[in-house]
C-alpha cells in the first residue's frame, strides 16, 4: 500500500539524520543559541540575500502562524486569509485561539489578490467591526497553485498603502520555488512580504519551520513569544543542524525539485486519461476529479485524500509526492491507474 | 569547557537515535497515530499498571503543561502552584496567556502539602475572585527535591476530598524515581494523580514527554487541544519511535540513574569540603551554596547557572548532570573543585 | 432633525426611571444579589412558565453574548452563526478575543436552518478543525426578519439530535414577540433553546439583557464569569429594577408594540411608494432600498443608516422605530418621503 | 440594619438623578459619541489642566482595568501589583483571562515603592519568564490608604526610566483626593501617570469611570477595545451625563469629602475605644481590630465586612462609608459601639 497522503511520512534526507547523529554527543547551548542555529541563519541570509532580517527556526507550522500573528496584532486586529487558507481550516482555530479573528474571502484558485482584500477592508469601517491588520498568502497555496513575482509586487504595493502586514506561510515554499511556472525568488519573498517561514517538514527536514522577519515592527521579543507559546525547542540546535543542511549544497532545493517531479508524473497521468483538475497545480500537490468507482479501485493499492465532492459520482482528491517519493512507485501507480481508469471510467465528469 | 548548565545539552541516547534512522525511509500515518506511538503507547500502560489511561506524545514540557492546565480548566478557574513552580516561573506566562491565574504559595523546599493548598482555597471563596480546580507539582521539583509516596498519598486525597484536579510535571520524573531515597513507582503515580507527565527531553531522548491521563474527565477531545495549541507534530512517529526505546529493556531507568549517580559524585564533592547546599537534592540537580570568588574561579573551566545570591558574598548556583554526563569530566570537576576550593574559600558562608 | 437610526437613543420609560428614582436613596445588597432583582427574576419565570431556570441580569448585548458562549464551550468549540449575525459582524471580535471560532453560512434572510447548519458541521470532521458545539440565533434577527414557531421547534430538535447548544440572542426580542406574524410565545423560546435572553436596551430600559439559562450544563459559576468578563455590575439593583418594571403591567409587550406599530407606518409609507426591501420585516427594523437622491434628500431632515450599496443608484437602508418614537414624527416622515420620492424618483430599482 | 458594607449601596445622587431624567426623552447619538459626553471630557480636561489626553468613560471599574491593562500589553507581557491590589485578588482573573500575568509583591500598607517594583524586575531577566511592562496602583489603595505626591512623583520618574507605563486605578480617588492628608491634585496625576482613571461608581454616580490617557502610545484604537470587551454602553450618554454632573459645581470632590468626613467619626470612636487598626487611613474606609465578641454584638445592628482574622480572639473588620451615609447613622453608630465596647471588650489585642 503505497501512501499519497502527504509529504510528511517519512522521517529526514539521509545528509540531514546524518548531521544529527554527528552532533548528538557533542554539548551545545540549549534554546536555539547555538553555533548550528547561528550558522544556519547565517545561510539562510545568503540565500534572501539579507543580513537585516531576524530569523527563528520553530519546529512547526501551526505554531509558527501562531506565534507570528499573534505577536504581530494588537487585540482588537484581524488577519485575511482565503477560505482555504490554512490558519482558517485546518489548525483547529489556533488563530482564534490567541484573541484574533480571521477574516475570509472565498477564491477561485486558493490565492488572494488586492481586489479580493480590498472588499474585506470596505466592510470594516469602524469600532464595532475588528480591523483588519494582517494578510495570510501561502506558497504554494493549500490547492497547490501559486504566486507569481508579478502577483506578490502587486499584494506587497496594495498591503503597504493600506497599512497591513503581508505574511507568507511557506510550509510549501520549495514546491513553489522549484516548479516550472515560478518566476519567484526567496530573496523577492524577503523583499516583498514583512514575515514569511521556508517550510522545512513537508521538504525533507525531521521538522523545523525557518521564520524570516523581516519588518522592523514584528521584530522585538520575538523570543518571549516563542517561549510562551511553548515553542522553544530546548535541543534547538536539532533546528539549526537541519536548516544548515537544507541550505548547505542547495538540499532544500533538489528535493523540492524532486517532489514536484513525481508530480508531473503523476499529472501526466492523470491528463492523459482525460481527467480533469480541481486546480491548477505545478507542484507537489495534484487535485485530478475522478469517478468515484475508479477512486474505490485504486484505494486497493494506494492512499490519497478526499479533497471535496464535486458531483454525486465525482470527487476531487489529493495526491501528494515528497522528497522521498520513489520514481518506482510513481510508475508503476500510472501503469495501474490507466489500467484501472479503462476497467471503470464510463462517465467523465460533467464540470 | 564543560557544561552543567542543564540536562539537555547532547542530542540523543545511541539506541534513540538508532531507532530513528532505522525508521526514516519508510511511510507512517501522520500526526501520531502511526503504530511505533500506539506500541510506546502500550509500554507505557504496561510501566504504569493500567490500561484504562488516555496517553499523548507531546514534543515539549511547556506545551505540555499548557495544553493540559487549559484542557482541564473553565475560564474562571486556577491552577495551584508552588512559588517556585516551573509554570509559575518559567514559561513566560504560558498558562496566563491560556487565560488562567496561577495561584502560588511560597515553600520551604519546591514542595506543595495539603497544608499550603488549604491556604490558598481559605482565601478564595466567592465569584470575585478565581476558582482554584488543580494543583501542580513537579516530582523532581525545580530544585531537586522529590515527593514521597506518603506525601503524595496524602496530597491526592486532600486533592479528590476538595474536588481539585491534581497535576504532575514529570519533566524531570526519571530522576525522581531512580534517586536513592525514592520509594514511589511509575503505576504509583498514575493511580494518585488524574494526569502526569514523563519527561523524555531532559532524560535521553531529542525530545518528547509522554502525558498519561486518568481522569475520565480530563480526555475528552484532547487531540483537538494538542492541535490548537501549535503541538500536533506532523511526523509525529518520531515521539513514538522515542519512547518506544525509553520503554523497552529499561533504558529510561537506566539513563535517569546514570545521571542521579554523576551528581552525586559533585555532591560528595561539595559537602567534603564543607559547603551547604540551597536544597537537599538526591538527584541529578545540585544547588551548593559557594562564596563568590570559587565561583569565578570555576567559571573559567565549567558553565553552571546561578540560582540565587544568598549573601553579599555568596551564591546558590546550579549543577546538572544528564544521562550523557561523562564519568571522567565529573570526576575532573571534582579533582578542580577541591584544588580550587582550597586556593580561594577563607570564609565559609554563614547560614 | 428626527432620528430613525436605532432604538437606543432615548433614556428610559419614565416609568422605569421614577422606579429607579424610588430606589435610588435607599441601601440595596451589592452585585446583584438585591430584592428588587430577585423580584424581576420572579417575573420572568413567571413570564416564561418556568422554575427551574437560572436567570441573570447583564448591562449590554455584546458581554452577554461574549460571556455566554465563553462559558458554554471549552477551548477547541466553535459556535455556529449566520454570516450577518451579531457575533460575526458587530462586536469586534469580542467571541475571538475569549479564544473561540465563530462559523458562519450565509442566509437569505438572516435565518438559520437545520440545512444550512449540517453544511457547517460536514466540514468539521476532526481535530484539524475546530468542534462546532454552539448555535447562535437572533429573534429578531439583524435584518428583522423572524423565527416562527415550527421553525424554533426544528431547530431545537435538530441541536439536540447534533449535541449542539441553542443559544437565542433576545436584543430584540420585543420587536419579534409583538409582531403580527409572531407565532411564539417567551415560554416557547425557554423550551426550544439551552440559553436565551430578553433584550432591555433595545426596549426602552436604560440598559439590561436578562439571560435564562435552562440547561444545567450551562448554569454552574455562571457568576464567576459574570464577574471575570467586568460584567458584574455594583449597583446591580439598577438592574433588578427595571426588569421588575418591564415585567410588570406587560410594559415590555407594550413598548414593543409601539415599536412596531410605527415600523409598519413606514412600511406602508415605502411600499405605497413601490418601493422593494432588503429583507422582509414585520418588525421595528425597515430595510427599504432607495434610490441614492433620495436617500441624499432625506437626509436633509432624517437620520438612518446605510445597510448595504444594491447597485449603482440604489442602496438599502434602515430604519428604526423605538418604544419612543411619536407617531407625529413617523407621519410627518411619511408627508415628507412622499413629496420627496416624486420629486427625485425616476429610476426604480431593477432587482 | 444600616449597612457599612460598601460605598455603592445607594442610586446616585439626586442632582446626577435629575439629569438624567431630564434626558431621558430626547434624542442622543450613541455608543459615547453624544454632546454630553463631549461636555463631559471638556469639564474633566479642564479639571486636570491638560486637552492633550484621550478620555473614555466605561460603565465598571474591573471592565477599565481589564480594557486598559490589555490594550498596553503585549502577550508575553506583565503588569506588577501590590499583593493586594484589585486586579490581583477581586477581579476574578480578569486580567489573566486577557492573557497576561499580574505580578505582585508583598507591601505592608498596600502601596507600591520604587524598591518593591524593583524586586520584581530583577526577578525578569530573560524570555523563559514574562516581561514585566505595566505598573499597576490604587489611590486610595484597598485598604484604604493613599500615595502622597512625593511618593507618584518618585514613582513616576523610576517608571519613566525603566520603560514601565503607570496606570493608577482611581475607583476611590475622591477620598484620596478630599482626604485631611492629601497634597495631590487630578492634574497632579495626569502629569505623572500614562493613565488613571476617575472612579464615578464609589463615589455617588449610578456607574461609571473616567478614563484619562496621557500617554501616546496608549491612545490608538481605544474605542476597538472598549467595544471588544463589550464595554461600549448603547446608551453611552448616561455616562456623559453622570460625569457633566460630577465635574459641575465640585459634586465629585463634595461627595467624597462628606464620605471622608462620615469615616473620621467612625475613626474616632474606634480611636477613642482603644482599638488599633488594620491600615492607616484617612480616608472613608476603616479597618479596626476588633474583639470577635463585640463584631457579633454590632452585627446585631450593623452590616459591614471581615477583613481578615488576626488572632483567635480579634479580626480586623471594614467600615465603609459613602456620599449617602447619614450623619445621624453614623452619629447613632458611634454611641451604640461605645455601649456596646464597654459591654464586651475585656481583652485588648495584643499587636
Same mark, same amino acid.
Given at each position: 500500500m503505497y501512501c499519497f497522503n502527504n509529504d510528511y511520512s517519512e522521517g529526514a534526507h539521509p545528509r540531514i539524520m546524518e548531521a544529527i547523529i554527528q552532533a548528538s554527543l557533542t554539548q551545545h547551548t540549549g534554546y536555539s543559541l547555538d553555533s548550528h542555529t547561528e550558522h544556519?541563519?547565517?545561510?539562510?541570509?545568503?540565500?534572501?540575500?539579507?543580513?537585516d532580517v531576524d530569523i527563528h527556526l520553530i519546529v512547526g507550522g501551526t505554531q509558527t502562524n501562531m506565534i507570528t500573528i499573534s505577536a504581530a496584532l494588537r487585540p482588537h486586529q484581524a488577519v485575511i486569509a482565503p477560505e482555504t487558507g490554512h490558519i482558517n481550516v485546518h489548525e483547529?482555530?489556533?488563530?482564534?485561539?490567541?484573541?484574533?479573528?480571521?477574516?475570509?474571502?472565498?477564491?477561485?484558485?486558493?490565492?488572494?489578490?488586492?481586489?479580493?482584500? *480590498?472588499?474585506?477592508?470596505d466592510w470594516h469601517t469602524d469600532e464595532h467591526m475588528v480591523q483588519p491588520k494582517m494578510v495570510y498568502l501561502s506558497n504554494t497555496t493549500?490547492?497547490?497553485?501559486? !504566486?507569481?513575482?508579478?502577483?506578490?509586487?502587486?499584494?506587497?504595493?496594495?498591503?503597504? *498603502?493600506?497599512?497591513?502586514?503581508?505574511?507568507l506561510d511557506g510550509a510549501r515554499l520549495g514546491a513553489a520555488l522549484t516548479s516550472s511556472i515560478n518566476d519567484l525568488t526567496m530573496a523577492d519573498i524577503a523583499r516583498l512580504t514583512d514575515v514569511f517561514y521556508i517550510g522545512g517538514t513537508k521538504n525533507g527536514a525531521l521538522f523545523g519551520e525557518a521564520l524570516v522577519i523581516a519588518n522592523p515592527e514584528l521584530k522585538p521579543d520575538f523570543r518571549f513569544?516563542?517561549?510562551?507559546?511553548?515553542?522553544?525547542?530546548?535541543?534547538?540546535?536539532?533546528?539549526?543542524?537541519?536548516?544548515?543542511?537544507?541550505?548547505?549544497?542547495?538540499?532544500?532545493?533538489?528535493?523540492?525539485s524532486h517532489a514536484n517531479e513525481m508530480a508531473m508524473i503523476l499529472k501526466k497521468t492523470f491528463t492523459e486519461c482525460g481527467f480533469p483538475f480541481f486546480s491548477e497545480s505545478a507542484t507537489n500537490q495534484?487535485?485530478?476529479?475522478?469517478?468515484?468507482?475508479?477512486?474505490?479501485?485504486?484505494?486497493?493499492? !494506494?492512499?490519497?485524500?478526499?479533497? *471535496?465532492?464535486?458531483?454525486?459520482?465525482?470527487?476531487?482528491?489529493?495526491?501528494?509526492?515528497?522528497?522521498?517519493?520513489?520514481?518506482?512507485?510513481?510508475?508503476q501507480f500510472a501503469a495501474d491507474f490507466k489500467t484501472l481508469a479503462k476497467k471503470t471510467c464510463t462517465i467523465l465528469p460533467t464540470s
Open positions: 544556519a541563519k547565517e545561510l539562510i541570509r545568503k540565500e534572501i540575500k539579507r543580513d483547529t482555530g489556533s488563530i482564534e485561539s490567541t484573541g484574533h479573528k480571521v477574516l475570509t474571502q472565498p477564491t477561485p484558485d486558493g490565492k488572494l489578490t488586492p481586489k479580493l482584500i *480590498q472588499k474585506t477592508l493549500e490547492i497547490g497553485t501559486q !504566486y507569481t513575482l508579478a502577483e506578490l509586487e502587486n499584494l506587497s504595493a496594495f498591503c503597504k *498603502q493600506k497599512g497591513l502586514y503581508l505574511f513569544l516563542i517561549k510562551q507559546k511553548g515553542a522553544m525547542l530546548a535541543k534547538g540546535f536539532l533546528l539549526g543542524i537541519q536548516f544548515e543542511e537544507l541550505f548547505q549544497n542547495d538540499l532544500f532545493y533538489q528535493m523540492a495534484q487535485f485530478p476529479i475522478l469517478p468515484n468507482n475508479l477512486i474505490a479501485a485504486l484505494r486497493e493499492s !494506494y492512499q490519497f485524500q478526499d479533497q *471535496q465532492a464535486v458531483d454525486a459520482a465525482h470527487t476531487a482528491v489529493r495526491f501528494v509526492t515528497s522528497w522521498a517519493t520513489k520514481e518506482e512507485a510513481v510508475k
